[in-house]
């Protein structure tokens, strides 16, 4: 039988990952040009940037929606405070870190070493779920160091939905190693265990389970969708954003025609004059826009002469044009 996507998360049945220095607001409005129905996440931003930061950390595109704050932090006031003020400024979904191993994430006391916590994590979303009316998420791995057992991701599970009310989990289906590895090799290393995510769900049939870790097609994510509730795409949507220009056809069964990458690269042009009207660097938005055209016809050229060029001072949209024109369009099916 497969689940059920028809309750308050179905938004989630696909969405990109939180990816810390990438998913910026530049990277999520390039992506909903691709995607209308995909879930999208910020980067982690933690409590005391937002509280204390003198940016606005909490800045989003309208357009952007659906889309959900990651949040990093383990003091369930602090996490309540940002929580609320997320939720004036109209995010769609509050989703706590408990999955990032970084030890300077470690450091600050969350993440994933916060799974040897669950009743701190319970706290945290108890208290953020009494101030805002909008879904509060947890994304966690599977297990910390030598706390990998099934039994230690149930009594998890079980506690932070029972005590702090979580009812949708992303799982990232990977240990985390706390120490010896990166957060790179955290990525990689530790084998997948899609199975144990899928037993999760079985076990836990009331939640709404998400998997995450290692999905490359949308195959990939129709398959999982036989066992879960969502599937949530890390750097393959990134670096090869195309990817996502049939999500809402094959995952979301809507009938609407696809993109062509060209057409996708003009729809950010009035984007790109806007932010440049207001100060930013054409680097910073097309470094996202990069992968966009992987493994056609002139994509080198595409690549090499935004990133030799969109750095350079007063650089504008006749950069993003000229390495369209390296594409040949004939082929741009």
């Given at each position: 039988?497969?689940?059920?996507n028809t309750?308050?998360?179905?938004a989630?049945?696909f969405?990109?990952?939180?990816?810390l220095?990438?998913?910026?607001r530049?990277?999520?409005?390039f992506?909903?040009?691709?995607?209308?129905?995909?879930l999208?996440?910020?980067?982690?931003v933690?409590?005391?940037?937002i509280?204390?930061?003198?940016?606005?950390f909490?800045?989003?595109?309208?357009?952007?929606?659906?889309?959900a704050?990651?949040?990093g932090g383990?003091n369930?006031?602090?996490?309540?405070?940002?929580?609320?003020?997320?939720?004036?400024?109209?995010?769609?979904?509050?989703?706590?870190?408990?999955g990032?191993?970084?030890?300077r994430?470690q450091?600050g006391?969350?993440?994933?070493?916060?799974?040897?916590?669950?009743?701190?994590?319970?706290?945290?979303v108890?208290?953020?779920?009494?101030?805002?009316?909008?879904?509060?998420?947890?994304?966690?791995?599977?297990?910390?160091?030598?706390?990998?057992?099934?039994?230690f991701?149930?009594?998890?599970?079980?506690i932070?939905?029972e005590?702090?009310?979580c009812?949708?989990?992303?799982?990232?289906a990977?240990?985390?190693?706390?120490?010896g590895?990166?957060?790179?090799?955290?990525r990689?290393?530790?084998?997948?265990?899609?199975?144990r995510a899928?037993?999760l769900?079985?076990?836990?049939?009331?939640l709404?389970?998400?998997?995450?870790?290692g999905v490359?097609?949308?195959?990939?994510?129709?398959?999982?969708?036989e066992?879960?509730?969502?599937?949530m795409?890390g750097?393959e949507a990134?670096?090869?954003?195309?990817?996502?220009?049939?999500?809402d056809?094959?995952?979301?069964?809507?009938?609407?025609?696809?993109?062509?990458?060209?057409?996708?690269?003009?729809?950010?042009?009035?984007?790109?004059?806007?932010?440049?009207?207001?100060?930013?660097?054409?680097g910073?938005?097309?470094?996202?826009?990069?992968?966009?055209?992987q493994?056609?016809?002139?994509?080198?050229q595409?690549?090499?002469?935004?990133?030799e060029?969109?750095?350079k001072?007063?650089?504008g949209?006749?950069v993003?044009?000229a390495a369209?024109a390296?594409?040949?369009?004939?082929?741009?099916?």
């Amino acid at each position: 039988m497969k689940p059920d996507n028809t309750s308050k998360y179905a938004a989630n049945r696909f969405s990109i990952a939180p990816m810390l220095d990438w998913t910026d607001r530049h990277c999520r409005y390039f992506h909903r040009l691709l995607t209308n129905e995909t879930l999208l996440y910020t980067e982690m931003v933690t409590t005391g940037a937002i509280i204390h930061g003198k940016g606005d950390f909490l800045a989003y595109n309208e357009e952007e929606h659906p889309v959900a704050l990651q949040l990093g932090g383990s003091n369930p006031q602090d996490l309540a405070t940002c929580a609320k003020l997320a939720a004036e400024r109209g995010y769609d979904e509050i989703n706590l870190n408990v999955g990032c191993p970084s030890d300077r994430v470690q450091n600050g006391r969350f993440g994933a070493c916060l799974m040897a916590e669950p009743q701190l994590v319970a706290d945290c979303v108890a208290a953020m779920r009494d101030v805002v009316d909008i879904p509060v998420t947890v994304k966690t791995r599977i297990g910390i160091d030598d706390q990998d057992s099934y039994e230690f991701l149930t009594d998890f599970v079980s506690i932070v939905s029972e005590k702090g009310g979580c009812d949708q989990f992303t799982i990232h289906a990977r240990k985390a190693w706390l120490s010896g590895l990166s957060p790179k090799e955290n990525r990689e290393i530790p084998p997948l265990d899609y199975p144990r995510a899928y037993q999760l769900k079985k076990d836990f049939a009331h939640l709404n389970i998400a998997v995450n870790g290692g999905v490359k097609t949308l195959g990939d994510s129709l398959a999982h969708l036989e066992h879960v509730d969502g599937v949530m795409v890390g750097r393959e949507a990134y670096q090869n954003p195309y990817l996502l220009a049939e999500v809402d056809q094959q995952i979301f069964g809507l009938d609407k025609p696809i993109k062509k990458r060209s057409q996708v690269v003009k729809e950010m042009y009035p984007y790109i004059e806007a932010q440049l009207s207001k100060g930013a660097y054409l680097g910073h938005i097309t470094r996202h826009m990069i992968g966009l055209f992987q493994a056609m016809p002139g994509a080198r050229q595409w690549r090499r002469y935004i990133s030799e060029n969109a750095h350079k001072p007063g650089a504008g949209i006749e950069v993003v044009e000229a390495a369209l024109a390296k594409i040949p369009q004939e082929l741009d099916v």
